[in-house]
């Protein structure tokens, strides 16, 4: 059975290009970013860790951890780093687990029990399953799964608007609307009352449906007036919105 949004991520020790180490303990309360894909000296994969590379530092910054895996072993991997720099421009530096037995990907379901012990005599396309991004919180829950097909390469900066989202959401009672951006108005979550609601956010908030209110991003998001606000939810919903019982203008 496959992995569901809230399971707690297998532990597991593993050799990476960094040496050897337990994943838990490697984490450890940082949120994580594993991600896989099928083999070294592809074409797409050759692409992915030098771009995740690019944007190390803005992960680094959000408390985050990147750890890629393949299942050649580290050996591989290591000869494979040249490539990497010469077609991206960045060298990764964060670990790449040698995964050569498969132990790993089956263990996060990547590949089926049944698929063997060896990366050896098999082809790119019976590992195509391995190109999976788990996002993990420091408490090693997955919050957030990505699966990918052999012939599109990962979209990390997505990936890193996922994380915003994630971390906002898990700070504050909020939840974010579609193509959310870090900065954004969000909308408060179901869970809160009105009555609670309207001491959290004294300015109100705009309405378009009784069950939907927007607020501006809480503790160091871009403030918005009620003008704003209403111009924001015109422009995401086409329509105009009702203020929320309470609410100041």
């Known amino acids: 059975m496959g992995f569901r949004i809230g399971d707690r991520a297998p532990d597991f020790t593993a050799e990476t ?3 050897s180490i337990s994943f838990h303990d490697w984490l450890g309360d940082s949120w994580g970013v594993l991600f896989s894909h099928p083999r070294d000296f592809t074409p797409v ?3 992915e860790p030098g771009s995740l590379s690019k944007l190390e530092t803005e992960f680094t910054k959000r408390s985050a951890k990147l750890i890629g895996l393949s299942v050649y072993p580290v050996s591989d991997h290591s000869r494979w780093l040249p490539d990497i720099r010469e077609v991206t421009g960045f060298l990764p530096g964060y670990p790449l ?3 050569h037995d498969l ?3 089956k263990r996060y379901d990547m ?3 049944e698929a063997g012990d060896a990366a050896t005599r098999r082809t790119a396309a019976t590992e195509a399953t391995v190109r999976t991004v788990y996002l993990i919180g ?3 829950g997955i919050k957030a799964m990505l699966v990918y097909p052999m012939t599109s390469g990962c979209n990390f900066d997505e990936l890193l608007r996922l994380l915003d989202s994630l971390q906002r959401t898990a700070k504050c009672k909020v939840a974010t609307p579609a193509n959310w951006k870090q900065g954004e108005d969000v909308i408060i979550a179901g869970s809160v009352s009105d009555e609670d609601a309207r001491r959290q956010y004294p300015g109100g908030w705009a309405s378009p449906k009784r069950y939907l209110r927007i607020v501006p991003q809480p503790k160091g998001g871009a403030r918005r007036g009620p003008e704003r606000l209403a111009a924001f939810a015109v422009g ?4 105009d919105t009702s203020w929320g019982q309470g609410a100041q203008s």
């Open 138 to 140: 420091p408490d090693k």
């Open 111 to 113: 590949l089926p029990a």
């Open 17 to 19: 290009t960094q040496g």
């Open 103 to 105: 132990s790993v990907a």
């Open 97 to 99: 687990i040698g995964d």
């Open 236 to 239: 995401v919903f086409g329509r």
């Open 45 to 47: 994969c050759t692409t």
